[in-house]
């Protein structure tokens, strides 16, 4: 993998070092102190961070002999992991199926199609509403997954589970923030899915300065990492906030979590929108939760520092959602 350099031999060694931005229209609008800086992973080929793990899952699956040359590969998404497995396998001959819910937005769905994916999308629980993806919704989507790689004899690329989900935040996203930002960062806050962004930033940022406090993000009435009871978990901010207890979710760490915030469906949509029309980047759900905390941080313990968070995927993937309505 020839990543940084000027010629790229295919699209996957196009799949890290993204751009880091100042938000200084949104912070100067708010009247605050302090900087948001925001590493823009939308502009990864699959536009979203999820490209990263994508492409060091399937390596690492590769470099061990577990994935074998042609083998089909399988993943529950909610679809920028499946759409960057689409874009890795289609470089790389596997065979790809993503199963995703019926929940999720349409436009992701359709990139995977496009990209030469096999799509299982599978029935909401019974009271679930579309772009409200719940825990339960994804524990069926897991049951159809386990199934789908049974019958295929497939490798699983599973993001709540393999290491490089991960390994790849600590080895290239955390360097990135640390180059781009000249070491000035004081925070970095994340919305939570997996758990990998959060934790393998985390950990490599900690390493550069143990000073710097990390927070983890999760919907209001959602915040079963906090340790909050779960009385809402059919928020509209897709792609994270399953509703997972700490036990039950590999990749985050609790020990580099340094405060817990929750941010509702109303905050994430508006900064979202915000995001666009102020600082003319275009994004979604949860980046508008991320850089809504990020906010919130310099309004209280961060006023006056420099705090971090990534612009997750393109608002182009929502275009069908009450996002841009």
């Known amino acids: 993998m020839n990543r940084g350099s000027g010629l790229c031999s295919s699209i996957l060694d196009a799949m890290s070092w993204t751009p880091l931005v100042d938000l200084k229209r949104l912070v100067e609008r708010r009247r605050l102190e302090g900087r948001v800086l925001a590493k823009c992973d939308f502009l990864l080929p699959g536009a979203a961070k999820k490209d990263r793990i994508a492409l060091e899952m399937v390596e690492d699956a590769e470099a061990s002999g577990e994935l074998k040359p042609g083998q089909a590969v399988v993943e529950l998404t909610s679809g920028n992991t499946g759409i960057g497995l689409a874009i890795v396998c289609a470089v790389k001959n596997h065979p790809f199926v993503a199963v995703m819910s019926k929940g999720n937005s349409v436009e992701r769905a359709r990139m995977m199609k496009a990209l030469g994916a096999e799509l299982a999308l599978i029935d909401q629980a019974p009271g679930s509403r579309p772009g409200q993806v719940s825990g339960e919704d994804l524990r069926l989507v897991e049951e159809a997954a386990q199934r789908i790689v049974r019958e295929r004899g497939a490798f699983r690329a599973d993001q709540f589970s393999l290491d490089g989900a991960v390994s790849v935040h600590y080895k290239h996203t955390g360097p990135e923030f640390w180059e ?102 275009f994004a979604g759900f949860s980046s508008g939760a991320n850089v809504a905390s990020a906010l919130a941080l310099l309004e209280g313990p961060c006023r006056g520092q420099t705090v971090a968070c990534v612009i997750c995927d393109s608002g182009l993937k929502y275009l069908s959602t009450d996002l841009w309505e």
């Open 180 to 281: 781009q930002s000249g070491g000035t960062i004081n925070a970095f806050c994340d919305f939570a899915g997996t758990g990998g962004t959060f934790t393998g930033t985390a950990q490599y940022l900690k390493e550069k300065s143990p000073s710097i406090r990390c927070y983890v993000i999760e919907p209001e009435g959602a915040a079963a990492l906090a340790g909050s009871d779960v009385v809402r978990p059919g928020h509209r901010i897709q792609g994270g906030g399953y509703s997972r207890k700490r036990e039950n979710l590999k990749h985050f760490d609790p020990a580099i979590c340094d405060g817990y915030m929750t941010v509702s469906d109303d905050v994430s949509i508006a900064t979202a929108r915000e995001l666009a029309t102020v600082e003319g980047i």
